[in-house]
């Protein structure tokens, strides 16, 4: 037993170790991006070359801190990579966006917002998307993931909802989806429902079966007919949205259902 008890020790030296090392690690990579956003900013470096940066530093915190078990970081990278996803050109507020994010980071692996801090609240904070023009459009807070591959798929549903002035997130792997619905707890899932690995039709339903998304309005998206038969493993609750002509009708109809029109 005092063996046992002994090697636990050391994994958790080794864990408290490595995420320490991380931390310090991702300060400077945070101070890097705060330096190259500001040249951005006046012209000193391509914007397209920034956004190439911010997002590989993004995805490169996102895994590293899903690695070491650091959710709240994970979290708020992953929106920092999504952020300018399927935009050409950034608005004038992106620089401030892309500070904004670099601050909320930089706060959390400095240990100004504890790392136990709820990510739903956190991530509702930051900035939308770039490509949602706000306008004469209200931001709502309501929180809609999408679960698509990246593409003009995705970007158009993105836009229809965004239309609607709801927040949007998107996220091209089911297993990652799962841990984002339990951790930021969206008010809407929209699933594609074909996916690599794993299906969204099985994510569909493993979300209605688990006590703690079982509660999450989730709709699913497909260009499947309406009698096919992997539809019908469905929950009887769970709106479907068809590709085509009737996309904007099923999309209505289904925020109509879920309540949130």
């Not at 101070?31 to 040249?39: M, Q, S």
Request: include cysteine; charge should be negative; glycine fraction near 6%.
């Amino acid at each position: 037993m005092t063996e046992i008890l002994t090697r636990e020790a050391v994994v958790d030296d080794i864990v408290t170790e490595l995420r320490r090392t991380f931390l310090d690690e991702a300060g400077e990579v945070l101070r890097g991006l705060e330096l190259l956003v500001e040249d951005a900013r006046h012209g000193r470096v391509k914007t397209d070359q920034m956004v190439h940066e911010v997002r590989r530093a993004a995805m490169r915190l996102r895994g590293e801190a899903a690695n070491l078990g650091l959710g709240l970081i994970g979290a708020v990278a992953a929106r920092l990579e999504d952020y300018p996803a399927g935009v050409r050109h950034l608005p004038p507020r992106a620089f401030e966006d892309l500070e904004h994010f670099i601050e909320t980071l930089l706060d959390i692996v400095e240990g100004r917002l504890p790392l136990e801090t709820e990510a739903a609240r956190l991530v509702r904070r930051l900035p939308p998307k770039a490509g949602f023009s706000v306008g004469d459009i209200e931001v709502r807070d309501v929180e809609v993931l999408l679960v698509m591959p990246y593409g003009a798929a995705a970007h158009f549903v993105e836009r229809e909802l965004q239309q609607c002035g709801y927040r949007t997130h998107t996220i091209a792997n089911t297993f990652d989806a799962l841990a984002v619905v339990v951790r930021t707890k969206p008010d809407l899932v929209i699933v594609g429902a074909v996916m690599p690995e794993l299906s969204g039709i099985d994510l569909v339903i493993g979300l209605h079966s688990m006590p703690a998304t079982r509660n999450t309005p989730t709709a699913l998206i497909t260009s499947l007919p309406p009698d096919d038969d992997y539809l019908k493993l469905l929950p009887k609750d769970v709106p479907v949205i068809h590709k085509g002509p009737q996309f904007g009708d099923d999309l209505a109809e289904a925020l109509d259902r879920l309540f949130l029109i």
